[in-house]
């Protein structure tokens, strides 16, 4: 999942129910969906979408009338479904599970803002807080566990894991520091950050059964920024010093990435389920960027998107769908679901 940045960003985390989490329909994982690029919008709105499921559910946000931020949840069959608030005039999701759950964050009616947990049986509901008055979600597992940053007492904010069963953990943070908590795979591990008073960033692992890896105070991930964390213990981000895309194998060791790091600065950004990598090059801004597909096998293959021109990748799931944003021929943002064909004896790589 991408990294969102401790409160610097407009979109929050997802959300967190009981029930067992639901398995790929067979339907759905063998039968190519009837186009391969779905744009999502909300009538004339500005529609910005942020994850989607193995079910192709998505959830983001749309701007209504009044210019308010409102949350929602996609499906191809239903459409738009809207989730409410927590009382206040802001609603941003950050990420869906396979349970269909939604967490983010939401303004309440005192003009706080509260991490959010939402689902179809119970609707949107507070995590609570780290004693402070706002905090967010990011991410969230087919476990229900969540994580994402929340406010102290003391006005500093640190790093939290949330659990249906425990609640809410401090993940705590290095000396005169912030921290975040920006994904969360199945195993439970976490990749978050620690942000200095001067905005610097130090990445680190946090495992349940472990604790926390603070690995930017290795000489070996001392120059690396992450996007995203793999089960198998993959690192894949950029060079803070030369701007490059960066893999770490399991080992800690970087892959060769070969000709993509001719095409300049940039970020390799997620894995997909065949074993082929998503990458952007290139870079100056989130707009007007090129974005790759690349193995260690495949050479860098360009995004084909009929006409729009790409900005960013927002999240895929293991059926080969990829959310993103991206300006159509009129210069209109919108957001798009783009099926990619997978290699079926790499999958699950």
Same mark, same amino acid.
């Not at 509260?114 to 609707?123: K, M, T, V, Y």
């Not at 476990?143 to 659990?163: D, I, K, M, P």
């Not at 981000?237 to 770490?248: C, E, K, R, V």
């Given at each position: 999942m991408r990294i969102s940045h401790l409160f610097s960003s407009t979109l929050v985390a997802l959300l967190i129910s009981g029930c067992a989490p639901k398995s790929i329909p067979q339907q759905l994982a063998t039968k190519s969906p009837p186009q391969s690029i779905v744009e999502i919008a909300f009538d004339d709105h500005l529609t910005v979408a942020v994850d989607v499921n193995d079910f192709r559910q998505v959830t983001g946000s749309y701007y209504d009338e009044l210019e308010r931020e409102r949350g929602f949840l996609w499906e191809a069959e239903n459409g738009f479904t809207d989730l409410g608030s927590l009382g206040g005039d802001r609603t941003s999701p950050f990420a869906i599970n396979n349970k269909g759950q939604i967490v983010g964050m939401a303004n309440t009616a005192q003009?706080?803002?509260?991490?959010?947990?939402?689902?179809?049986?119970?609707?949107? =509901? %507070? /995590?609570?807080?780290?004693?402070?008055?706002?905090?967010?979600?990011?991410?969230?597992?087919?476990?229900?566990?969540?994580?994402?940053?929340?406010?102290?007492?003391?006005?500093?904010?640190?790093?939290?894991?949330?659990?249906?069963?425990?609640?809410?953990?401090? $993940?705590?943070?290095?000396?005169?520091?912030?921290?975040?908590?920006?994904?969360?795979?199945?195993?439970? =591990?976490?990749?978050?950050?620690?942000?200095? /008073?001067?905005?610097?960033?130090?990445?680190?692992?946090?495992?349940?059964? #472990?604790?926390?890896?603070?690995?930017? /105070?290795?000489?070996?991930?001392?120059?690396?920024?992450?996007?995203?964390?793999? %089960?198998?213990?993959?690192?894949?981000?950029?060079? #803070? $010093?030369?701007?490059?895309?960066?893999?770490?194998?399991?080992?800690?060791?970087?892959?060769?990435?070969?000709?993509?790091?001719?095409?300049?600065?940039?970020?390799?950004?997620? =894995?997909?389920?065949?074993?082929?990598?998503?990458?952007?090059?290139?870079?100056?801004?989130?707009?007007?960027?090129?974005?790759?597909?690349?193995?260690?096998?495949?050479?860098? #293959?360009p995004i084909p998107l009929q006409g729009h021109e790409l900005s960013a990748i927002k999240e895929h799931n293991a059926l080969g769908d990829i959310l993103l944003s991206a300006r159509d021929s009129e210069g209109k943002f919108v957001s798009l679901l783009v099926r990619v064909k997978l290699n079926p004896s790499a999958a699950g790589k």
């Open positions: 003009g706080h803002t509260r991490a959010f947990l939402w689902s179809a049986e119970e609707g949107m =509901k %507070e /995590l609570g807080t780290l004693g402070g008055d706002s905090n967010r979600a990011h991410d969230i597992n087919n476990q229900g566990q969540v994580v994402g940053e929340s406010y102290l007492g003391n006005g500093r904010y640190h790093a939290f894991f949330y659990s249906p069963d425990t609640g809410m953990q401090d $993940l705590g943070a290095l000396q005169n520091m912030d921290s975040t908590a920006e994904m969360i795979l199945e195993s439970g =591990k976490v990749l978050g950050s620690h942000i200095s /008073l001067d905005a610097q960033e130090f990445f680190f692992i946090w495992d349940p059964k #472990t604790g926390r890896q603070d690995l930017s /105070l290795e000489d070996r991930f001392a120059d690396f920024q992450p996007d995203s964390l793999t %089960e198998t213990g993959e690192l894949m981000g950029y060079s #803070t $010093l030369h701007g490059a895309p960066m893999l770490f194998a399991p080992n800690g060791r970087p892959y060769n990435l070969g000709p993509l790091q001719e095409y300049g600065a940039g970020s390799v950004i997620a =894995k997909l389920p065949d074993g082929t990598y998503l990458a952007k090059v290139n870079e100056v801004s989130d707009i007007d960027s090129s974005f790759f597909r690349f193995s260690q096998t495949m050479p860098p #293959t």
